[in-house]
T-cell receptor, first 113, second 115 residues
C-alpha cells in the first residue's frame, strides 16, 4: 500500500552514463514533483507536473528530462551523468491547492563515480 | 521569491525534555501554509504538522506544536517529552497561494536526542 514509490533506491554509475529513476503514486494526486537533496541536505525543487503537464521547470541542466506518461507516474531521465549529479532525488505528489502537503517517496541515492 | 530560513543547523535535547526549533520565512503573499517535515536516518520525509496563515490558533499534533507569529513571520516547532525516535533532520517549508505548487524548504535543523 505504498503511497509514493520510486525505484531504484540506490544507483551507482559512472560519469557519462545515462540513467532513469521511476516514480509512481497511488494516492490519486494530480501533481507530481522531483526534488534534489544535496550533500548538505538542502532540498530544491527541480520539476513539477500537473496532470501530465509541466508546470515548474527550475534552472536544471537540460541533461535532466522528466517524463509523465500519466498522472500517476513521473520518471526522471538523466543523460551524460556528472560527478556533481550525485545526490538524493525525491519524487513527491500532492493534491492541487497550496493547502495540500507533499507526500514523498523514499528517495533514490545516486552516486556518480 | 519566498524564502525559508532555519538558523539552527543543530540542536540537542535530553530525552523527556522540551525543545523548540526555529524557522522564519519571507513572503509577500497573503495566504499560505507552513509545514514541518521530519527526515530520520531512513531518509523518509514525514509530515509532522501544518499551519494555515489565516488561522490564529496554533496547530498541535500530539507532542508537536507550533508557535506561529504571522507578523514576525516566524514558525517554530516545539517538541514536548522528546523521545529517542524524534532524532532526525527537521525541515520547515512554505507553500503559498500564488507561488505555484512549489514547496520551499529551509536548510534543516539536525536534532539529537540524548538518553
Amino acid at each position: 500500500d505504498t503511497a509514493v514509490s520510486q525505484t531504484p533506491k540506490y544507483l551507482v554509475t559512472q560519469m557519462g552514463n545515462d540513467k532513469s529513476i521511476k516514480c509512481e503514486q497511488n494516492l490519486g494526486h494530480d501533481t507530481m514533483y522531483w526534488y534534489k537533496q544535496d550533500s548538505k541536505k538542502f532540498l530544491k525543487i527541480m520539476f513539477s507536473y500537473n496532470n501530465k503537464e509541466l508546470i515548474i521547470n527550475e534552472t536544471v541542466p537540460n541533461r535532466f528530462s522528466p517524463k509523465s506518461p500519466d498522472k500517476a507516474h513521473l520518471n526522471l531521465h538523466i543523460n551524460s551523468l556528472e560527478l556533481g549529479d550525485s545526490a538524493v532525488y525525491f519524487c513527491a505528489s500532492s493534491q492541487a491547492g497550496f493547502n495540500s502537503p507533499l507526500h514523498f517517496g523514499n528517495g533514490t541515492r545516486l552516486t556518480v563515480t | 521569491a519566498q524564502t525559508v530560513t532555519q538558523s539552527q543547523p543543530e540542536m540537542s535535547v535530553q530525552e523527556a525534555e522540551t525543545v523548540t526549533l526555529s524557522c522564519t520565512y519571507d513572503t509577500s503573499e497573503s495566504d499560505y501554509y507552513l509545514f514541518w517535515y521530519k527526515q530520520p536516518p531512513s531518509r523518509q520525509m514525514i509530515l509532522v504538522i501544518r499551519q494555515e496563515a489565516y488561522k490564529q490558533q496554533n496547530a498541535t499534533e500530539n507532542r508537536f506544536s507550533v508557535n506561529f507569529q504571522k507578523a514576525a513571520k516566524s514558525f517554530s516547532l516545539k517538541i514536548s517529552d522528546s523521545q529517542l525516535g524524534d532524532a532526525a533532520m527537521y525541515f520547515c517549508a512554505y507553500r503559498g497561494e500564488t507561488s505555484g505548487s512549489r514547496l520551499t524548504f529551509g536548510e534543516g535543523t539536525q536534532l539529537t536526542v540524548n538518553p
